[in-house]
T-cell receptor
Framework: AQSVSQHNHHVILSEAASLELGCNYS??????LFWYVQYPGQHLQLLLK??????LVKGIKGFEAEFIKSKFSFNLRKPSVQWSDTAEYFC??????????????FGTGTKLQVIP | DGGITQSPKYLFRKEGQNVTLSCEQN?????MYWYRQDPGQGLRLIYY???????QKGDIAEGYSVSREKKESFPLTVTSAQKNPTAFYLC??????????FGPGTRLTVL
């Protein structure tokens, strides 16, 4: 069965620090990759996604992620975090099997706390 | 509301009672999903439906039931057979290979 690993469960950073959250998955074939964010009291929403093409993907609010196929990774980055980035971040993977329902698997999430 | 609503926001239930969580979407999407979110465990798929009158079990369907009588509605019933029902429940719609759009969630507490 496929799995998605987010090794950082809780990250605390000061404002203006750089952020990198790790995401690794176990599926060996073609995948669609996502980062979702859940701000306090808000809906879970899409931050960015990768299907194909340039492995460096830019999302909302200055976030970006890099797909490294050889490492089965899709790490999320931001050069300078703000207090408003305090949230929980989820990596998600959909394997692109041929036919049938394509099941999405979510990571366990990383809680980011940014200190002013 | 982003096209999807869930009610109620908070729900309390006594042990042994069934309870139904509502999920409605107004964007005419075929596919809808129910997830359970527990601290440190991410989101786990309970049930999904790709079309009216059809639904499939996800990874943790035991103790839950759903119906899909109308395209816009996908209610989830948490039955008394669910051993650990206290959790945050999220409903979503969207393509099964693309972005999913989530509702605000229902926090269920069993007393």
């Amino acid at each position: 069965a496929q799995s998605v690993s987010q090794h950082n469960h809780h990250v605390i950073l000061s404002e203006a620090a750089s952020l990198e959250l790790g995401c690794n998955y176990s599926y060996g074939g073609t995948v669609n990759l996502f980062w979702y964010v859940q701000y306090p009291g808000q809906h879970l929403q899409l931050l960015l996604k990768y299907f194909s093409g340039d492995p460096l993907v830019k999302g909302i609010k200055g976030f970006e992620a890099e797909f490294i196929k050889s490492k089965f990774s899709f790490n999320l980055r931001k050069p300078s975090v703000q207090w408003s980035d305090t949230a929980e971040y989820f990596c998600a993977v959909i394997p692109m099997n041929s036919g049938g329902y394509q099941k999405v698997t979510f990571g366990t999430g990383t809680k980011l706390q940014v200190i002013p | 509301d982003g096209g999807i609503t869930q009610s109620p926001k908070y729900l309390f239930r006594k042990e042994g009672q069934n309870v139904t969580l509502s999920c409605e979407q107004n964007l005419n999407h075929d596919a809808m999903y129910w997830y359970r979110q527990d601290p440190g465990q991410g989101l786990r798929l309970i049930y999904y439906s790709q079309i009216v009158n059809d639904f499939q079990k996800g990874d943790i369907a035991e103790g839950y039931s759903v119906s899909r009588e109308k395209k816009e509605s996908f209610p989830l019933t948490v039955t008394s057979a669910q051993k650990n029902p206290t959790a945050f429940y999220l409903c979503a719609f969207g393509g099964n290979t693309d972005t999913q759009y989530f509702g605000p969630g229902t926090r269920l507490t069993v007393l």
